[in-house]
């Protein structure tokens, strides 16, 4: 195939916020170094917080982080992968060198830390993307369309690492706070995992897809006869503090509490109930490239579905703002 010298793309500056921009050069990739032409790239929350609430994650790049594509040419020393791979982005963008890397919390890397794809570096809401580091990308399966490839880094990707980071096995009661774009994908990798579950969100629509899904109880709040302590682990999608508290509440003890949820910038916890429950809060961030590969085998083995719409990329600015609004459910993910 023929590559142009130049292609279109939305930069993000502090200054301007997201422009579109015609004459983005295509870069020739180097020796350890491969191009992708973008198949399919998906819209976040997370660039809700960058374009409107000042989220201070690099300035100047291609935005977009959930990237899935096909290598169009490879560099002489790359051996992971070859011309016509289809392959998605690990967001995290990791070093693969530091201590954090090697002991295989790549996701946590130090020094990628505001330099993630399509967050801090370039993204995919443009053509073709120059990967520096191939390493950083993982292989789709063929029996996986790139638009659901592109949703699962992110939407599939967050909720699989903090149900596995949170030791959730066939004999775990989970309950979820938010049924929305991550818990859709919550549910059904809970599931997948053998694991009871139980969903509270303020919408019957929601609900309703909850239960679709194979949700063993679904609630707008948790029923007065359901007892405190009753779940081994809960996974908080919302993140605001009303959410977290029912979280302690209702977690054993022991329990494990995942805030996923970027509802609130804050959290506190009650430290007495904390200590003397000995109840476990943990920190989750994305994934890693084998998490991601799980995922992709999740999605591959039908386990897995990610509620996608498509649209052509350059109507990215209409869709942010329905995004803004809450005018759709799910992801929508752009064709350039």
């Given at each position: 195939?023929?590559i142009?010298k130049?292609?279109?793309g939305?930069?993000?500056?502090?200054?301007?916020?997201?422009?579109?921009?015609?004459?983005?050069?295509?870069?020739?990739?180097?020796?350890?170094?491969?191009l992708?032409?973008?198949?399919?790239v998906g819209?976040?929350?997370?660039?809700?917080?960058?374009i409107y609430d000042g989220?201070?994650?690099g300035?100047?790049?291609?935005?977009?982080?959930?990237?899935?594509?096909?290598?169009?040419?490879?560099?002489?020393k790359?051996?992971?992968?070859?011309d016509?791979?289809r392959?998605?982005?690990?967001?995290?963008?990791?070093c693969?060198?530091?201590?954090?890397?090697?002991t295989?919390?790549?996701?946590?890397?130090?020094?990628?830390?505001?330099?993630?794809?399509?967050?801090?570096?370039?993204?995919?809401?443009?053509?073709?993307?120059?990967?520096?580091?191939?390493?950083?990308?993982?292989?789709?399966?063929?029996?996986?369309?790139?638009a659901?490839?592109?949703?699962?880094?992110?939407a599939?990707?967050?909720?699989?690492?903090?149900?596995?980071l949170?030791?959730?096995?066939?004999?775990s009661?989970?309950?979820f706070f938010g049924a929305?774009?991550?818990?859709?994908?919550?549910?059904q990798?809970?599931?997948?995992?053998?694991?009871t579950?139980?969903?509270?969100?303020?919408?019957?629509?929601?609900l309703?897809?909850?239960?679709?899904?194979?949700?063993d109880?679904?609630?707008?709040?948790?029923?007065?006869?359901?007892?405190?302590?009753?779940?081994?682990?809960?996974?908080?999608?919302?993140?605001?503090?009303?959410?977290?508290?029912?979280?302690?509440?209702?977690?054993?003890?022991?329990?494990?509490?995942?805030p996923?949820?970027?509802?609130?910038?804050?959290?506190?916890?009650?430290?007495?109930?904390?200590?003397?429950?000995?109840?476990?809060?943990?920190?989750?961030?994305w994934?890693?490239?084998?998490?991601?590969?799980?995922?992709?085998?999740l999605?591959?083995?039908?386990?897995?579905?990610?509620?996608?719409r498509e649209a052509?990329?350059?109507?990215?600015p209409?869709?942010i703002?329905k995004?803004?609004?809450?005018?759709?459910?799910?992801?929508?993910?752009?064709?350039?």
């Amino acid at each position: 195939m023929t590559i142009p010298k130049t292609q279109y793309g939305f930069v993000y500056t502090q200054a301007n916020g997201l422009n579109l921009k015609e004459d983005i050069p295509v870069v020739e990739p180097g020796s350890d170094e491969v191009l992708l032409k973008i198949d399919a790239v998906g819209l976040c929350h997370s660039d809700l917080h960058v374009i409107y609430d000042g989220l201070a994650v690099g300035d100047n790049y291609v935005m977009g982080h959930e990237i899935a594509g096909t290598i169009v040419k490879t560099g002489s020393k790359v051996t992971l992968f070859k011309d016509n791979d289809r392959v998605a982005a690990v967001g995290p963008n990791p070093c693969g060198d530091c201590t954090t890397c090697r002991t295989g919390f790549e996701n946590d890397c130090p020094h990628s830390a505001g330099k993630w794809f399509g967050l801090g570096v370039d993204g995919g809401y443009q053509q073709y993307l120059l990967v520096k580091r191939p390493r950083n990308l993982v292989k789709i399966p063929d029996n996986v369309d790139s638009a659901d490839a592109a949703a699962i880094t992110d939407a599939v990707l967050t909720p699989y690492h903090a149900l596995k980071l949170a030791g959730v096995r066939p004999s775990s009661n989970v309950l979820f706070f938010g049924a929305g774009g991550l818990g859709v994908n919550a549910i059904q990798i809970a599931k997948a995992f053998g694991a009871t579950v139980t969903v509270i969100d303020k919408k019957e629509k929601a609900l309703d897809v909850a239960k679709s899904l194979g949700a063993d109880a679904y609630y707008t709040k948790i029923p007065e006869d359901v007892e405190a302590g009753s779940f081994d682990v809960a996974i908080d999608l919302v993140g605001i503090q009303a959410t977290f508290d029912e979280c302690q509440k209702y977690v054993k003890p022991k329990g494990v509490i995942v805030p996923v949820g970027l509802g609130a910038a804050r959290l506190s916890f009650d430290l007495g109930d904390l200590a003397l429950r000995e109840i476990n809060i943990l920190g989750s961030f994305w994934g890693t490239a084998t998490d991601l590969k799980e995922s992709f085998e999740l999605a591959s083995q039908g386990k897995v579905k990610p509620k996608v719409r498509e649209a052509p990329l350059r109507e990215l600015p209409e869709w942010i703002i329905k995004l803004k609004n809450g005018e759709y459910e799910g992801r929508v993910v752009f064709r350039p």
